[in-house]
């Protein structure tokens, strides 16, 4: 059972270029969700889907796309790359939300550079 | 919107003390909280989590947290830590009622002394 997983591990991008961070979950899940961590800021949340073909900004969206067509994959794509979106980015999942019985589960996180 | 602080940025402890992680949190009615630790280089891994009924719960790695309504905390604790403890650990907060997503805090970083 794979979990939650993210591709790729490392991103090094130049201002103004174009990206898509993956994002694929094998439990079912119908919520998938889009952190990004910066130091002394923890985990803010970008974007979120509650279902296939549904999907909401969180705190952080600006600059950011998401998409939910199919249960198992929710991509974030960066239109286009600033120094601001340098970051370490995860993805979770969870059964139903996160509600008392659907903690979420984390991948092991994207860390992009742009220069 | 709920909220939520760790007062505490680093905390360093020596390998067989005692140790408690502070966690206050802001939201109107009773809320979903949980503690989450996140190892070097990996993501986050539940620890715990309060629902309702008994405030003091148990969670994996001999951890443990207390809900305190009266104080809105939900403190983490461990009797006696291990090096393999030393990691950075988030509280977090959802409503108790609607979409249930959580607010983090913005984390306390745990360094073990031999």
């Known amino acids: 059972n794979a979990g939650v997983t993210q591709t790729p591990k490392f991103q090094v991008l130049k201002t103004g270029q174009s990206m898509t961070l993956q994002c694929a979950q094998d439990?079912?899940?119908?919520?998938m969700s889009w952190y990004r961590q910066d130091p002394g800021m923890g985990l803010r949340l970008i974007h979120y889907?509650?279902?296939?073909?549904?999907?909401d900004q969180g705190e952080v969206p600006n600059g950011y796309n998401v998409s939910r067509s199919t249960t198992e994959d929710f991509p974030l794509r960066l239109l286009s790359a600033a120094p601001s979106q340098t970051s370490v980015y995860f993805c979770?999942?969870?059964?139903?939300?996160?509600?008392?019985?659907?903690?979420?589960?984390f991948g092991n996180g994207t860390r992009l550079t742009v220069t | 919107a709920q909220s939520v602080t760790q007062p505490d940025i680093h905390i360093t402890v020596s390998e067989g003390a005692s140790l408690e992680l502070r966690c206050n949190y802001s939201?109107?009615?009773?809320?979903?909280l949980f503690w989450y630790v996140q190892s070097p280089g990996q993501g986050l891994q539940l620890l715990l989590k309060?629902?309702?009924?008994?405030?003091l719960v148990q969670g994996i790695k001999g951890f443990e947290a207390e809900f305190k309504r009266s104080q809105s905390s939900f403190n983490l604790r461990k009797p006696s830590v291990h090096w393999s403890d030393a990691a950075e650990y988030f509280c977090?907060?959802?409503?108790?009622?609607?979409?249930?997503?959580?607010?983090f805090g913005r984390g306390t970083s745990l360094i073990v002394h031999p």
């Open positions: 939201y109107g009615a009773t809320p979903y």
């Open positions: 309060y629902f309702s009924g008994d405030t």
């Open positions: 439990m079912n899940h119908e919520y």
């Open positions: 977090a907060v959802a409503a108790s009622g609607g979409s249930y997503i959580p607010t």
């Open positions: 979770a999942s969870s059964y139903q939300g996160t509600g008392p019985d659907s903690p979420l589960h």
């Open positions: 889907s509650v279902g296939a073909g549904i999907t």
